[in-house]
């Protein structure tokens, strides 16, 4: 990626905040038009990208596979190849456009090198209201304090823009599409603009349409997980609200499972059955692997957005994240 803006401030913020996202472009930084042209003449430029001035001033006859040109008036016509992309914006959005961009052209980007392992922690239970997602959060928040973490949630309604308080564009069903039919970098690129952060996690926001849920295969999440390595994660946290078909696999190759229950006769039953059908399972054995959380009352509960680290919820999860103390 060339990036060329006028002033250096802004140029060096850019790039800093791009590299710290590791999306994969290997960035340089342009102040002079001059210099851009000579880089081009011997370099092949994926993405540039620019203002709407300097874009006149010369980035305008730089060859690339895609220029993306920040304006005050992004619905202006543009040339091919040239996308514009509102100012007027934070920079995570900003990127966030990027990037979507790039992966619906399919632009070639960096292979990040695989992480040495990759960490799944599980929360799946067969019974509801058992703060499954918020203990859920609290691990991967508490993970994050350590390695980069991603949160998937795999729930038909998991309310993210209303506990979140922000709308989504892309979830977890666009991810999805890109990895069956697109490339390895396009899917990347798409991660890399789906993704949202809070508190520390990066997460994906959950499928807006119920049903798109029902599509996605075991093999398909493990794809995911393996694209998910690739870009740097060492820890996902995953929560399992219904338990689709070939669940059991993703527990196999899950480091720890946690499910939460309830003390009464009914979460009992439930997990009784579950069990029963876990044990007729000849080539996979977990029920040795499944740690029962009965969470105790809270009298301080966070919302899944807070930061749930030093909270009741939080020192209750990092008990079992990495023991007392």
Avoid: W
């Amino acid at each position: 990626m060339a990036i060329y803006f006028a002033e250096m401030d802004y140029l060096e913020s850019f790039m800093n905040y791009i590299s710290e996202k590791n999306t994969g472009f290997v960035c340089c930084g342009f102040t002079k038009s001059d210099s851009l042209k000579e880089y081009a003449k011997e370099n092949h430029i994926a993405v540039l990208l620019t203002d709407s001035v300097c874009f006149e001033k010369g980035a305008r006859h730089i060859n690339s596979e895609m220029t993306v040109v920040l304006t005050e008036r992004p619905d202006t016509e543009n040339p091919p190849g040239v996308y514009t992309v509102n100012i007027l914006q934070p920079v995570d959005e900003i990127l966030r456009e990027i990037l979507k961009t790039a992966a619906r052209l399919d632009i070639t980007v960096a292979q990040s090198v695989l992480s040495s392992s990759l960490n799944i922690y599980s929360f799946f239970s067969p019974v509801g209201r058992c703060l499954k997602t918020s203990l859920a959060v609290a691990a991967a928040q508490l993970l994050s304090d350590r390695d980069r973490t991603i949160y998937i949630n795999l729930e038909p309604d998991s309310g993210f823009s209303v506990l979140f308080g922000r709308e989504y564009d892309t979830d977890l069903s666009d991810l999805m599409f890109y990895l069956r039919d697109g490339s390895h970098d396009s899917a990347s690129l798409m991660l890399q603009s789906a993704v949202c952060d809070s508190q520390g996690i990066s997460y994906i926001p959950s499928v807006m349409n119920p049903g798109d849920l029902f599509q996605i295969s075991c093999d398909e999440l493990i794809r995911l997980f393996d694209l998910l390595q690739s870009n740097g994660y060492k820890n996902i946290v995953l929560d399992l609200g219904i338990l689709l078909p070939g669940f059991e696999r993703l527990l196999a190759i899950s480091e720890k499972i946690f499910m939460p229950v309830l003390n009464d006769s009914v979460s009992a039953a439930k997990t009784s059955q579950l069990f029963s059908y876990l044990r007729t399972l000849e080539d996979i054995r977990i029920e040795d692997r499944i740690r029962n959380l009965e969470p105790p009352f809270f009298k301080d509960l966070p919302g899944i957005a807070g930061n749930m680290r030093h909270t009741e919820i939080g020192r209750y999860m990092a008990g079992f994240l990495y023991g007392p103390g």
